[in-house]
């Protein structure tokens, strides 16, 4: 059994590591997503439709993945309370979500669609060590 003034240690502990914790979880995720949606680019890991003949025959069979810029563009900011992953690469969100004569491929949404069940894992996991 804990008593009172235990519990107010625990909880005076956890509190102080809370802002760090936060920040684990959000680096955390965000490189879990700039990740995965890398290693979607060349791959056909979210199921994509198939490259036409054209494409394939100009870049390969690797779709998205013509020079590499895009893939290596894509990056994650963890700041105060805040995240974001992201590309500034200007045809990203022609591929993202498609155009009249491109099939939407959607690295970034794939990404979050591929693996955001594995957020709840990473805040327990912090979480946890807060109090062990």
């Known amino acids: 059994m804990i008593t009172l003034p235990q519990l107010v240690m625990i909880l005076e502990h956890a509190s102080a590591e809370l802002p760090k914790a936060e920040h684990e979880i959000l680096e955390k ?3 879990l997503f700039e990740d995965s949606a890398k290693n979607a680019i060349g ?3 979210f199921g994509w439709p198939p490259l036409g003949e054209a494409a394939v025959a100009k ?3 690797t779709p998205l993945l013509d020079t590499g810029a895009l893939r290596d563009s894509i990056e994650h900011n963890v700041a ?4 974001a992953v ?3 690469v200007e045809y990203a969100k022609y591929q993202e979500f498609g155009t009249s004569r491109i099939p939407a491929r959607p690295f970034m949404g794939g ?3 591929h693996d955001g069940d594995k957020l709840p894992d990473i ?3 912090e979480l946890r060590k807060l109090f062990p």
């Open 86 to 88: 992201g590309t500034n």
């Open 43 to 45: 791959s056909y890991l």
């Open 80 to 83: 105060e309370h805040d995240a």
């Open 123 to 125: 805040v327990i996991a």
């Open 29 to 31: 995720s965000c490189m």
């Open 59 to 61: 870049h390969g069979d």
């Open 111 to 113: 990404a979050l669609a």
